[in-house]
């Protein structure tokens, strides 16, 4: 319900910002690229508990994975159809877990505002979920699973990445195994997994002018200050920043669906922050 809601909400919001669709967890570039070596096989223990990974180079194993800090093991995505841009640009999915055992997890509120946590797995922690991930069928699933007669709805995707095989499994709108629903949703609230608020240390943040005071926004609007010289304005053609700058736009970008609207003079705007390797849609490169 918490999706549907954003969804609704965001597309509401068509009349503010120009909407498009938006493009599929699945045809975005650069997915699912792996590092063959080295590579992390989980353990065991002589005990049967699993211990933490030995790196080895590219031996292949029943859970392996690249345990590069950057790499992506997970992504869970809910996103797609018919959205504003800015809406687009700030998507962060659901659940990412990279080959460290650093996970990103992302809740929403009853109002809309967004929550970021970031979370650290060890090694068996890890390979349990991957391990459930195989135990509920996903390897055996179709790729595509939809419902062609519905248009402009989001999409479900979970993604695994490992050095022996990679996957992904997409729900538009129904027809999935009850399986995948269950696993889903385990998923998409974190998979147990606990975490502390995510601050990026650098973003890519652009500015989106929706509209003037000339037709009053209702809801909440927030007024900026410049910072350092920094207007709305000079953001439109998107900047890289970092600190409290950055801080004080992370805090509006996650203040409501699709980030606070912001009032800078006569004119309301409205903020994407695309975080290097986190984003769904990544930023331009520096």
């Known amino acids: 319900m918490r999706r549907l809601l954003v969804i609704m909400i965001s597309i509401g919001m068509c009349w503010l910002a120009a909407c498009s669709p938006a493009a599929t967890p699945e045809s975005q570039a ?33 859970v392996t994975w690249d345990p590069a800090p950057d790499n992506v093991v997970i992504r869970v995505t809910n996103f797609g159809g018919l959205m504003p841009e800015f809406f687009a ?6 659940l990412l877990v990279y080959g460290d055992g650093r996970a990103i997890l992302v809740n929403y ?25 195989e135990a509920s069928g996903f390897y055996g699933w179709d790729e595509r699973y ?21 996957k992904q499994v997409c ?16 998923l998409e609230v974190g998979a147990g997994i606990e975490g502390s608020a995510f601050v990026p240390e650098q973003a890519f943040v652009t500015s989106f002018a929706i509209g003037t005071t000339e037709s009053p926004i209702s809801g909440m609007v927030l007024s900026w200050e410049p ?12 900047q890289w920043l970092e600190g409290d700058t950055l801080q004080q736009i992370w ?11 912001i009032q800078e003079g ?4 409205q903020l994407s922050v695309q975080i290097p390797n986190v984003s769904l849609q990544e930023p331009p490169a520096q």
């Open 30 to 62: 650069g997915k699912g690229e792996l590092t063959a070596t080295p590579a992390v096989t989980a353990i065991s223990k002589g005990d049967g508990q699993m211990d933490r990974p030995e790196v080895e180079g590219g031996q292949m194993g029943a």
């Open 89 to 94: 640009r700030n998507y962060i999915p659901e």
């Open 109 to 133: 509120n009853d109002n809309g505002s967004r929550v970021v946590l970031q979370g650290q797995m060890d090694a068996t922690e890890l390979t349990a979920l991957l391990d459930r991930i």
């Open 146 to 166: 939809e419902n062609p007669l519905v248009m402009d709805a989001s999409t479900k995707c979970i993604e695994v990445n490992l050095i022996d095989r990679q």
């Open 171 to 186: 729900e538009y709108v129904e027809g999935a195994p009850e399986a995948f629903h269950s696993l889903f949703a385990y």
């Open 227 to 238: 910072m350092d010289g920094l207007t709305m304005s000079d953001l439109q053609n998107g």
């Open 251 to 261: 805090q509006m970008a996650n203040a409501g669906p699709g980030g606070a609207v």
């Open 266 to 269: 006569s004119t309301y705007y």
